[in-house]
């Protein structure tokens, strides 16, 4: 009769490792990506806290025999184990003289996190190293999988393995495989060192280096990314190959040298770092020297410097600085920073300070629009305080806006003025769910100090105090129903809103335009109090809006329509324009406004929303979007824009837009992935963008191929001349490659794809299911 035995001795050290990263699919699906060992793999165990106990081994045989002090022999179903640890075999000898132990027969080293399977195993517990021949090993819920002609474990548990390979791929269909004289994996620093190391893809060597390094966890480690491939019309041949410095655990650097072929050698650097806990920072520097593609091959760069964070509870800071050599930096060249359709460069400067009440900051700014003649203020510096008292004195609310604002200018033709500002308001609100009413009154309370205003185009005013009240009543009441269509009960609301505005006139024709615009009058903005943004104009204003929403939702409570309409009713006409030689419209409405949302069947969406003028019975603005959204990456979405050049009837500005496009993304097998869209000015009769992107991904390594056709937004340069024959148009070929594993996880999925473009995907209009 067999029997079982157990035997406790002091064996092995400590095997420990750390998985590579690796993205995870579910394991239903047909390329499978979590490699399975043999066997099933032990979880892991904490660590003990008695070390002596941490190095016991017990031994379980079937049959065991030998002589105290001497030799011990066990065979049939040996298993060992340790602390988290397990050796399986078929039979095992230890030599407590020559303090050794011997294994082999179907053995299989086991802990939580890698699986071993050897002909056999030798192991010298004076010395704590462990050998075990033709192993073949698997990182427990991982990718990564290999084999070696023998694998070590050193004393200071560190694997080392001779004559070996490694590949993420699937067993049995290695795409790729990585074989190497030595490898050696540090668990601690979670680093792989590999000597000789040769790539093979599809059975084909393709790579060959003498040393290299590799992660086995998501830990950084300094080397070359993997290389970036495309070709344009503009730029030529194009080839870019990242290098990654891990300077310490709080900074790191790429440096990215970018081959043109028609303009030359463009290299690109980012620095990141991180300033304690709760602040973090980044540096771009971008240079192209002797620009080919330019008449005076002038030199191209770009700086760009970000900070943002908290310094404790109350304080937080922001700081960003960006500038270019010239106005088609980003129209020509690949930046890292900003895309080809950014033609402002924003400079800002926040230190701001908040409690519960009260908050204050301090701000600089300066604005550079890339292609303009004409430069916005500077903001050098602004002080606002923000105070907040609610029910303060019998359910009234108390709200304090201030500023104190210098605004400077580069242009000699330019006045520029000081601006204090303070806006006091008492608000009476009741909430309920039958609806809401607000109250309000409020002063505008502005004094400029203006200076050199013989500079300025218009006649203004060295000083100016204005004061102007506002009286502002809003409300809103809500009803619901329950109905059915189709068969399925629905609960419908319908939401009548109103509100009365009226704000004093004051001639402000004296003061000049510092940072002030129009604003749009969509649905929502039907309900501003304010006609302008920023503070050099507050228009006049004797109104009433209103408006009516209603929505339906399912017995999940979720969206399914929504529809909203209003317009404003003028009792007077509005005496104040952005301008002093701009009209003033005679007008008794304002453009009817209307939006709406809507889930028609399953996975259908229609968004569209239209401003009406309803004097002129013109279309001033609309837009609308059909999505079809099956299920995660699969998506068709069909829109339409239109803006006539009547949207700004009173200014010499120009808009025409009427623009149709499709958007579409799309699984074509369980690996291929398609993005494209095409978009069609129909007032130009041409396509403005054409973009195509086919995507391959599986466990082990992934491909993009993408073709680009777009239309190129081009600006006068007058210190950086470009060739007159400037394209309108560029076309462009990319080609991006990865081979996960080796450092890389490469393009995963395709929402950076839908992002790659000019016109980015955007979801239908408001949509809030």
Same mark, same amino acid.
């Given at each position: ?55 016991? &081994? %017990? +031994? ?5 025999? $030998?002589?105290?002090? *001497?030799?011990?022999?066990?065979? !049939? =179903? /040996? ?103 030595? &490898? %050696? +994996? ?5 680093? $792989?060192?590999?000597? *000789?190391?040769?790539?093979?893809? !599809? =059975? /084909? ?105 908290? +310094? ?458």
């Amino acid at each position: 009769m067999l029997k079982r035995y157990l035997v406790t001795l002091c064996l092995l050290p400590t095997v420990t490792t750390v998985a590579a990263t690796a993205p995870q699919t579910d394991a239903d699906s047909a390329d499978q990506c979590i490699i399975t060992p043999p066997v099933p793999p032990l979880s892991k165990q904490s660590k003990t806290g008695n070390k002596d106990l941490s190095q016991l &081994i %017990k +031994i379980k045989s079937n049959q065991s025999n $030998g002589t105290l002090g *001497d030799k011990a022999t066990f065979s !049939g =179903n /040996v298993t060992f184990t340790q602390n988290g640890r397990q050796v399986t075999a078929d039979q095992a000898v230890v030599d407590q003289q020559k303090q050794k132990f011997e294994a082999d027969g179907q053995l299989v080293f086991q802990d939580g996190v890698v699986t071993v399977t050897a002909n056999s195993l030798n192991a010298q517990m004076g010395s704590r190293v462990a050998t075990l021949d033709n192993a073949q090993y698997w990182l427990n819920g991982q990718q990564l999988h290999g084999s070696a002609e023998q694998m070590e474990i050193t004393k200071d548990n560190k694997l080392v393995l001779k004559d070996s390979n490694f590949s993420t791929c699937p067993i049995g269909d290695e795409s790729w495989l990585l074989k190497a004289r030595r &490898i %050696k +994996i540090d668990p601690e620093e979670e680093w $792989g060192e590999i000597w *000789d190391a040769k790539l093979e893809i !599809g =059975n /084909v060597p393709v790579f060959y280096m003498p040393y290299m390094t590799v992660p086995i966890s998501g830990k950084r480690k300094t080397g070359f990314l993997f290389p970036r491939i495309s070709s344009s019309t503009t730029n030529g041949f194009e080839f870019a190959a990242p290098f990654y410095w891990n300077i310490a655990p709080e900074y790191d650097l790429t440096f990215t040298p970018d081959y043109m072929s028609s303009r030359g050698l463009f290299t690109k650097t980012e620095f990141r770092y991180l300033a304690g806990d709760r602040q973090f920072g980044q540096m771009n520097l971008e240079y192209l020297g002797n620009d080919s593609m330019l008449e005076n091959h002038a030199d191209r760069w770009m700086v760009n410097y970000r900070h943002q964070g908290a +310094i404790d509870e109350n304080w937080r800071v922001l700081a960003n600085f960006i500038d270019v050599s010239d106005n088609n930096y980003f129209n020509d060249l690949n930046s890292d920073v900003n895309r080809s359709t950014d033609n402002q460069l924003s400079r800002v400067g926040d230190i701001s300070y908040f409690t519960e009440f009260w908050n204050f900051s301090a701000r600089v700014q300066d604005i550079k629009v890339l292609g303009e003649d004409i430069s916005p203020y500077q903001v050098m510096p602004q002080l606002s305080f923000n105070y907040r008292s609610p029910g303060f004195w019998n359910k009234f609310d108390f709200n304090l806006y201030s500023e104190l604002t210098n605004f400077e200018h580069r242009g000699n033709s330019y006045n520029t003025a000081t601006r204090l500002h303070v806006e006091p308001s008492v608000s009476l609100p009741f909430q309920g769910p039958a609806g809401s009413l607000t109250s309000e009154v409020k002063l505008y309370q502005t004094y400029y100090v203006q200076r050199d205003v013989q500079r300025a185009d218009v006649l203004l005013d060295d000083n100016v105090s204005r004061s102007i009240p506002e009286v502002r009543v809003n409300g809103q009441i809500n009803f619901e129903r329950f109905s059915n269509f189709f068969d399925t009960q629905y609960r419908q609301t319908l939401e009548p809103q109103f509100q009365y505005l009226y704000v004093g006139h004051r001639d402000q024709s004296n003061i000049g335009i510092y940072d002030t615009a129009e604003l749009q009058q969509d649905y929502i903005g039907l309900f501003r109090d304010r006609r302008f943004s920023g503070l050099d104009r507050i228009a006049d204003a004797n109104q009433l809006t209103l408006g009516l929403t209603t929505r339906v939702f399912d017995e999940h409570n979720v969206e399914q329509f929504r529809f909203s309409l209003g317009q404003i009713a003028y009792f007077e006409n509005s005496q104040v324009s952005l301008y002093s030689d701009q009209l003033t419209e005679d007008t008794s409405t304002s453009v009817l406004a209307a939006e709406t949302d809507i889930n028609l069947y399953d996975d259908w969406f229609i968004s569209g929303a239209i401003q009406y003028d309803t004097k002129y019975h013109d279309n001033k603005k609309s837009e609308v979007t059909l999505d079809y959204r099956p299920g995660p990456n699969k998506l068709v979405q069909l829109s339409y824009r239109y803006v006539p050049d009547l949207v700004n009837r009173n200014t010499n500005d120009q808009v025409d837009i009427s623009q149709a496009g499709i958007r579409t993304a799309w699984p074509l097998t369980d690996n291929v992935y398609f993005v494209g869209n095409y978009y069609y000015d129909l007032n130009e009769d041409r396509s403005v963008e054409t973009y195509t992107g086919f995507q391959y991904e599986s466990c082990c390594w992934a491909v993009r191929l993408a073709y680009h056709y777009h239309i190129k937004t081009n600006y006068e340069d007058n210190y950086n001349p470009v060739l007159d024959n400037r394209e309108l148009f560029e076309t462009s070929f990319m080609l991006n490659f990865v081979i996960k594993g080796l450092g890389g996880s490469g393009p995963l999925g395709v929402s950076d794809m839908l992002d790659d473009g000019i016109f980015s995907y955007r979801k239908p209009l408001y949509l809030r299911n």
